[in-house]
């Protein structure tokens, strides 16, 4: 690190100790929001970047900035630094500030600020940002001006290390802080002028990426370590269903499997697979003889996706067992839970008979359930477009063992319904199925928060694969730069570590990221389309599920009652923007899918840059 004496402004070189610190606690990635206040910290930034120890990313719009670094952090488990200038570019992180806070990410914002004798007499670009994210912070630290004085680059680092821990829910030993674990961490920098100076690193200079082992993140560092907790057991005996929510992880899965009990997962619990699996869970809490049978649930994660959960939660007679290794609230509603545990495990047990049909009837009827829903669909498809293999009927072919068509009669009866299939029109089913079972393990898939993502909860099979939502507080905001953020960190070396023996980047998925979002998503983070000249442009591909508005307000109760314009207009907000246009507009590739062949061929083609998949839908 140069020496602060070499640098003609306090500011950069204040600004630079602070970022080489950052590098050497394990941070990879920031994001830069231009500005004149923060210029000192920008430039070392990309200094940093030019040297190979740091991921630079830039967006000119502070919202959009923010998501983008939770989309990475999320991601990588690692804190992401996002910069921004003085006045309303930090009040625009709030958003993505809150969305870390409640879902547990690790980030660090270092805003940059006038100098405190200039606050409260009308300077320019001048508020109160100290305790402008009020208590959604794990830590906040309002510095003072550097000055050039000894000790300031100390001061830097110790600060730095300060905000990795906290970020990562951690103490000052490294040891996890349960309450309120993970999450993000603000660092207001008050600068003087000179704002910045020129300053290049030479090779010795350089820091090294991850190089402080007090404070070093390693692989999935925001996952508390089931040793560092202490873990309850639970015993045998009630008739238990384990649910898992967002963020839920495994662990939901293996204790389900481990206990032989029936398992609820949402598509964004990170434990939607597995034998136990009830997809069907919906209809089967309301069914006599399953849900009403429930004695005690064993609540993962966060639960958003459906009515039923909170209601089997809140059931006299029902204990309920709420799990999370860390965070700011528990799961509680009605304030019905009876414990709260950290990390729990079962008894090892050879399940009895009871057990076995407990979990038995569970999976079979979900199964049962999943197949009449896809039934039914399939002959509404029929008696719309006439394709008999859709119903289940059997349709031969006509071609015998050697290869050859034996019978033409069953031939041309074989090649119309083939037809018909590939010309049904695309409905939410049949769209949230297909990017289901594109997405393989080394792929990502991001759910907006729209009628798709519960769309796919109520149908999609089990399947081990990363799937991220922001479901902290399950807002629209920022999804497409969230997708882009996880799409850059799956794809991408991580700085400081070596290339894989096939030349792949280090951690390098090698995947596409496909996100599904609704065309209101869509267009209320439009901003965070533009990649500037320089950006990553990963492989993402965003299938937009475009219904003209708000379809998922048509669920409300009030919907059949309002006055239909009036309800229009203020809830449902119809839209006809040319995506196509948009698209081209940001300098994205296009994609239309509107039936069923045609979803599949867009699918199947391979996805080499940011690219909008548009795929029309009724209301």
Same mark, same amino acid.
């Given at each position: ?138 830590? @906040? ?111 939901? @899965? ?302 409300? @109760? ?62």
């Amino acid at each position: 690190m140069p020496d602060a004496r070499a640098v003609a402004s306090p500011a950069t070189a204040s600004a630079l100790a602070l970022l080489s610190a950052l590098v050497r606690a394990g941070v990879t990635d920031v994001v830069v929001a231009p500005g004149s206040r923060s210029q000192a910290l920008a430039l070392a930034a990309a200094e940093l970047e030019r040297a190979g120890a740091i991921r630079l990313h830039v967006r000119i719009d502070e919202r959009g900035a923010g998501f983008l670094a939770l989309g990475l952090a999320v991601e990588s488990g690692r804190p992401a630094v996002v910069v921004t200038t003085s006045g309303t570019a930090v009040a625009n992180l709030h958003p993505a500030v809150l969305e870390a806070h409640h879902g547990g990410v690790p980030l660090i914002l270092a805003t940059a600020d006038r100098p405190a004798e200039l606050r409260g007499i009308r300077s320019n670009q001048t508020t109160m940002q100290p305790g402008i994210f009020a208590g959604a912070v794990r830590l @906040e630290r309002d510095v003072t001006p550097p000055e050039g004085r000894a000790g300031e680059a100390d001061a830097a680092t110790r600060l730095a290390r300060e905000a990795v821990l906290a970020a990562l829910g951690r103490d000052a030993d490294g040891g996890p802080v349960p309450h309120p674990g993970p999450g993000p961490v603000h660092l207001n920098l008050q600068l003087r002028e000179p704002l910045s100076s020129a300053v290049t690193l030479d090779d010795a200079s350089v820091p090294e990426p991850g190089a402080d082992v007090a404070t070093s993140v390693t692989e999935n560092p925001a996952e508390v370590d089931a040793t560092d907790v202490p873990v309850a057991r639970l015993e045998h005996g009630p008739r238990t269903v384990v649910v898992a929510g967002a963020g839920a992880g495994p662990a939901a @899965e293996d204790l389900a499997r481990s206990a032989g009990w029936p398992l609820i997962a949402e598509v964004t619990s990170g434990a939607r697979f597995g034998p136990n699996l009830v997809v069907a869970y919906r209809a089967l809490l309301r069914e006599p003889g399953f849900g009403d049978e429930v004695e005690r649930v064993v609540v993962f994660g966060h639960p958003t996706l459906s009515r039923e959960v909170p209601a089997l939660v809140q059931r006299e007679g029902v204990e309920v067992v709420v799990v999370a290794p860390s965070g700011i609230e528990w799961f509680n509603p009605g304030h019905a839970a009876d414990r709260f545990e950290r990390a729990v495990t079962v008894h090892p047990h050879e399940p009895t008979a009871d057990e076995r049909a407990w979990t038995g009837r569970w999976v079979r009827a979900s199964r049962m359930l999943v197949d009449e829903a896809a039934a039914s669909a399939a002959h509404e498809s029929v008696e719309r477009d006439g394709a008999p293999s859709a119903r289940g009927v059997p349709v031969r072919s006509g071609v015998d063992e050697t290869g050859h068509v034996s019978d033409f009669a069953a031939q041309r009866v074989y090649l119309r319904d083939q037809l018909a299939r590939i010309r049904t029109p695309i409905d939410r089913r049949m769209l949230v199925e297909a990017v289901w079972g594109a997405t393989w393990p080394h792929d990502r898939l991001v759910f907006g928060a729209s009628r798709l993502i519960r769309d796919a909860d109520r149908a999609v099979p089990g399947r081990r694969i990363t799937v991220h939502a922001n479901r902290g507080l399950a807002g629209i905001d920022g999804t497409v730069a969230t997708t882009l953020g996880v799409a850059i960190a799956s794809q991408s070396a991580t700085p400081g570590q070596p290339d894989g023996a096939d030349g792949a980047p280090a951690r390098s998925t090698g995947g596409t990221t496909r996100a599904i979002i609704g065309d209101l998503t869509l267009l209320h983070d439009v901003g965070s389309l533009l990649i500037g000249a320089g950006e990553a442009r990963p492989r993402v591909l965003l299938v937009v599920g475009n219904d003209g508005g708000g379809t998922i307000f048509d669920a409300l @109760e009030v919907a059949s009652s309002a006055p239909s314009d009036a309800f229009d207009r203020v809830q449902y907000t119809p839209q006809q923007v040319d995506l196509s246009g948009l698209a081209g507009a940001y300098g994205w590739e296009y994609r239309r899918a509107t039936t069923r062949g045609e979803l599949d061929e867009a699918l199947g083609t391979s996805v080499t840059r940011p690219t909008i998949l548009e795929v029309p839908l009724a209301r």
